[in-house]
């Protein structure tokens, strides 16, 4: 049985001038034979060999084989870049001659030609190869990690409900949750984060801050940077509206507080009533 979008061994059953006819077994039906283009076969080989190749479709929609091996294969996950974008969808560029469909229904949001996205190799309805950025069920659960943690990885969905979903290591599957969301978070974006917590089924929670203590220090250096934009005075305190703070700030309003107190601490700045200014 041939394995569309595997690689397998099959044997040279029958050559021609225009490439050589692979099968399962030597003695393989004219409708269990596949074509291997003469370009691509190997010198030296003859009938009875054994001979490893990929399996996809060409453009009248035959079984082919190819000695090169594609960026991606069935059930893989990777980073493929645009090449054209089309009124069915975007044909991704994965290493060989005939380019892979990404059709928009399987997109997570409208790609454009020279982009890399993050997408996973299936098998359609109609027994046809595609790519699709829904990679959730094409990622493992688990991974070599333990909490706290500094991984990276893609996020390939954003939920309004749950959070941005990323595939660490493009490989393994996590979530930022909505309250660690901090800034505008898109999808094919690339993030560094850290390891909050490991699920019993493997799925892991991450943040994108340190720890509180490392973190403090950073949100103190980013405010002084803020004040500074505004010409040393920032026209609000941390009494502010939560949703200014993290509009201006991208931190939660008790992230800008423990900051703010961490500045006021050490003298870098003074509290008014309507603003904080820099000392």
Not at 3 to 25: A, P
Not at 83 to 105: N, S
């Amino acid at each position: 049985m041939f394995r569309l979008g595997k690689k397998q061994k099959l044997v040279v059953v029958k050559s021609v001038d225009f490439g050589v006819y692979l099968g399962e077994t030597e003695n393989a039906s004219m409708d269990d034979r596949v074509l291997l283009p003469k370009k691509q076969v190997p010198q030296d080989i003859h009938v009875g060999d054994e001979i490893e190749v990929f399996l996809y479709k060409d453009s009248k929609d035959r079984i082919i084989a190819t000695t090169t091996t594609p960026k991606l294969m069935v059930g893989q996950v990777g980073t493929l870049t645009v090449a054209q974008v089309t009124g069915i969808g975007a044909f991704l560029d994965w290493g060989l001659e005939k380019e892979i469909l990404l059709p928009y229904k399987e997109q997570t949001k409208r790609v454009k030609e020279g982009e890399e996205v993050l997408v996973a190799l299936y098998v359609d309805k109609s027994k046809r190869l595609a790519a699709t950025m829904n990679v959730y069920e094409y990622l493992t659960k688990g991974g070599p990690y333990q909490r706290d943690d500094m991984v990276q990885g893609t996020v390939y969905q954003v939920s309004d409900e749950f959070g941005a979903f990323v595939a660490v290591d493009n490989q393994y599957s996590a979530l930022i949750p909505k309250r660690e969301a901090f800034g505008e978070i898109k999808v094919g974006d690339h993030v560094q984060a850290r390891i909050t917590a490991i699920k019993p089924d493997g799925k892991m929670d991450l943040s994108v801050r340190e720890k509180a203590y490392i973190q403090i220090e950073k949100d103190a250096q980013k405010i002084l940077a803020i004040i500074d934009s505004f010409d040393g005075v920032l026209p609000f305190t941390d009494r502010a509206n939560p949703e200014v703070i993290k509009r201006e700030t991208q931190m939660s309003k008790n992230e800008f507080k423990r900051a703010v107190g961490n500045l006021l601490k050490h003298g870098k700045i003074e509290i008014k009533e309507n603003c904080i200014r820099r000392k």
